[in-house]
């Protein structure tokens, strides 16, 4: 271990032991994967060095790069450090951002987030029973994405409900879903019988009386709906 006194940048350590990375690299190296500022006694603690030394060696690289002109700079907000990108690369970052990075959802995402937005919240397999295929990948991807979340469970069967997020309301402009437009003419009324048909509801099926002979053979036929890939 470094004493106290040691040049850290130099990379010396003490005798026959193998050089290790500059204080300034290890605090460049946490800083790059922090998500919010770093205060500089964590940085002391974690790198087992004196706060006065973090604190100067910190101050160095922000007038390093300042002097540079990067492309980030070093910001002292918060109580804390933290890397940010420069001011004047703001319009080069936005448009990087908006449209080099913009992914699109798939039709069977899109569609499959329409279903959960007008029958939240809504089971996975009512949700298959809507669009007629297996949604569990779309689903998956859909939660992954941010952009759906789990609701709690349903009280007679025990299946995992799902709702649309916050993020979801953004990404569309939405101040709520009471703002979402009408629907009624894609989606079918009863989504109960929908399901029944194609046989993915199994926690309920109701059967009448004068038809029972009939509905496990109809069930049959209709099997489970069929994997959907890609989102």
């Known amino acids: 271990m470094l004493n106290d006194n040691a040049a850290v940048t130099s990379g010396e350590g003490e005798p026959g032991s193998e050089p290790g990375p500059s204080l300034e690299a290890c605090l460049e190296a946490i800083l790059l994967v922090v998500d919010e500022p770093v205060a500089e006694v964590v940085l002391a603690q974690v790198l087992e060095r ?3 030394e973090v604190a100067r060696a910190l101050r160095e690289l922000a007038s390093s790069y300042d002097e540079q002109h990067r492309g980030y700079d070093l910001r002292q907000v918060a109580g804390g450090w933290r890397f940010y990108t420069r001011e004047e690369c703001a319009p080069v970052v936005e448009r990087f951002v908006r449209d080099g990075q913009e992914v699109r959802l798939t039709q069977a995402a899109l569609e499959t987030l329409a279903v959960v937005a007008y029958r939240q919240p809504v089971s996975r ?16 991807t859909l939660t992954l994405r941010g952009l759906v979340e789990e609701a709690g469970t349903e009280h007679e069967t025990g299946a995992i409900l799902y709702r649309t997020t916050g993020y979801f309301l953004e990404r569309l402009g939405l101040a709520s879903l009471d703002e979402l437009p009408e629907l009624a003419p894609f ?12 046989g993915v509801v199994p926690e309920r099926i109701e ?7 009939e509905a496990p053979e109809q069930i049959e036929e209709a099997g489970e709906p069929r994997d959907e890939q890609g989102t």
């Open 207 to 213: 059967v009448p009386a004068d038809q029972a002979g």
């Open 187 to 198: 989606l079918p009324d009863q989504i109960e019988d929908v399901a029944n048909q194609a």
């Open 50 to 52: 004196p706060r006065d």
């Open 125 to 140: 397999s009512r949700v298959s029973a809507v669009r007629g295929v297996n949604c569990d990948a779309v689903m998956r």
